[in-house]
């Protein structure tokens, strides 16, 4: 069974967590602990129908992100990657700093420190030299930084295709099988 920590900030783009979380649902062998921030909340009031409960439903273990006690928090917890998805410019600013004042960042850290995968679905445009130096910092520790951005080879006709492109990209970096978008075959 592999263990997968979904955090969900308070970008826009939750529909990129709510998607994750559904396709992980539906996978055989997978366990997922959910973060969602108190800024996700306020989010998706704004950007979907789906009710921050009825998301919590989806995982295995949802967890406050106030409690820096729960098993997410230790290196000890084996698992086997976490997703920030959407990840804002301040998740990604305390995940580069370290400062851990709340469980999503602290599983970020603790995710680094452990050498385990880290991907960060990053939301913002345009971009900053202060982003671009974040992003490098993160990625010198180890993280993949995997914005947002589609590809059309595979010809997508609806938000949702395009929201699974980025999302099967994300699960191949946690090395998960999915059949999410048509993989490019050659020209």
């Known amino acids: 069974m592999k263990t997968i920590v979904v955090g969900i900030s308070g970008a826009s783009g939750t529909i990129y967590?709510?998607?994750?979380?559904?396709?992980l649902n539906q996978l055989d062998g997978i366990e997922t602990h959910l973060i969602l921030s108190r800024g996700?909340?306020?989010t998706m009031e704004h950007e979907t129908s789906i009710r921050p409960d009825?998301?919590?439903r989806l995982a295995h273990v949802s967890h406050s992100p106030d409690n820096l006690a729960a098993c997410v928090s230790s290196g000890s917890f084996k698992t086997d990657g976490m997703v920030v998805a959407p990840c804002s410019m301040k998740s990604l600013s305390m995940i580069a700093n370290s400062i851990d004042d709340n469980l999503l960042i602290r599983a970020a850290d603790v995710t680094l420190k452990e050498r385990r995968k880290l991907v960060l679905i990053v939301r913002e445009t345009p971009l900053h030299l202060g982003h671009l130096r974040q992003m490098?910092?993160?990625?010198?520790m180890g993280a993949i930084i995997l914005p947002p951005v589609p590809s059309?080879?595979?010809k997508p006709k609806t938000i949702e295709d395009?929201?699974?492109q980025t999302i099967g990209k994300a699960l191949d970096q946690l090395d998960i099988d999915h059949h999410l978008f048509q993989r490019w075959a050659g020209g």
């Not at 490098?136 to 010198?140: D, G, L, M, P």
């Open 17 to 23: 967590g709510v998607r994750l979380l559904e396709v």
């Open 40 to 42: 996700a909340r306020v």
């Open 54 to 56: 009825t998301l919590e």
């Open 136 to 140: 490098t910092a993160v990625t010198e």
């Open 152 to 154: 059309f080879y595979h």
């Open 162 to 164: 395009i929201v699974d």
